[in-house]
């Protein structure tokens, strides 16, 4: 099945990645159309969360290659992958809780004035970015007081201010409640409106089926299939998972 796009945002050739004593991915190649939102599928174990992180910069693969809109990339961190408009919301919230929502969100590029932080300055930024996530809370308060459904929109806003046009989340409502889950939802639709790229890794059939474009199947750390999910149905994804 289709592995290409026509207008890709990322284009993933022959990606393998080996841990001490293990193979997680073995020549995974396949197209992320820009401005789509496209589900990675697989049983525990398959992959999916590995090649997200290699895409963000987390780790680095063993072999292969990652296009990023036609320029080939090499991210060695996560900085590096966010200087190429790619970021990463991940199921661990990865955040400093003693520290403000501003902070947070602003926390690889704190502005300065004059030698020093700019609070002023820091917050007001912070707070576009929390307007743009639909985040009603202080960016003053401490983000440990959060509930999870507002630290993941913190997080989503700590990735927009890094300029990201692409976003790899990764099991995004496995934490959060049926009423967190439907804003998250209404916040992925908003983003995609404004051009950003959304590559969804979950288990979840109705939210893929709801949320996104197409999906890629992986299984035991290889691509198995990729399509429009117009052309599949849920039967048929769960026969190309096992």
């Known amino acids: ?10 284009s993933f050739r022959g990606i393998g990645k080996r841990f001490p004593g293990t193979v997680a991915l073995q020549n995974v190649s396949f197209d992320v159309a820009a401005g789509s939102c496209h589900a990675i599928m697989g049983e525990n174990g398959a992959g999916k969360s590995t090649l997200g992180k290699i895409l963000a910069g987390i780790h680095q693969p063993s072999e292969g290659s990652i296009m990023v809109e036609g320029v080939e990339r090499r991210f060695h961190s996560p900085l590096d992958a ?10 661990e919230l990865l955040f400093c809780p003693n520290l403000s929502v501003a902070e947070n969100i602003c926390l690889s590029h704190l502005p300065s004035r004059k030698g020093r932080l700019d609070w002023p300055k820091l917050y007001q930024r912070a707070q576009t970015f929390l307007d743009q996530v639909g ?4 960016a003053h308060e401490e983000l440990g007081r959060l509930s999870t459904g507002q630290t993941q929109l913190i997080q989503i806003a700590a990735a927009l201010a890094t300029g990201a046009k692409i976003l790899v989340m990764d099991e995004p409502t496995s934490s959060l409640s049926a009423v967190e889950a439907q804003r998250l939802e209404e916040l992925i639709a908003r983003l995609r409106q404004n051009g950003a790229t959304i590559i969804y890794v979950s288990h979840r059939m109705d939210e893929i089926f709801r949320l996104c474009d197409a999906v890629t199947v992986m299984r ?14 849920e039967e048929e994804l769960v026969k190309l998972m096992i």
């Open 82 to 91: 966010q200087r190429a408009g790619v970021a990463i919301v991940h199921q």
């Open 1 to 10: 099945m289709s592995a290409e796009a026509t207008n890709p945002a990322v």
């Open 220 to 233: 035991d750390g290889q691509h198995v299939a990729t399509m429009p999910l117009a052309q599949t149905n």
């Open 135 to 138: 985040a009603e809370c202080d």
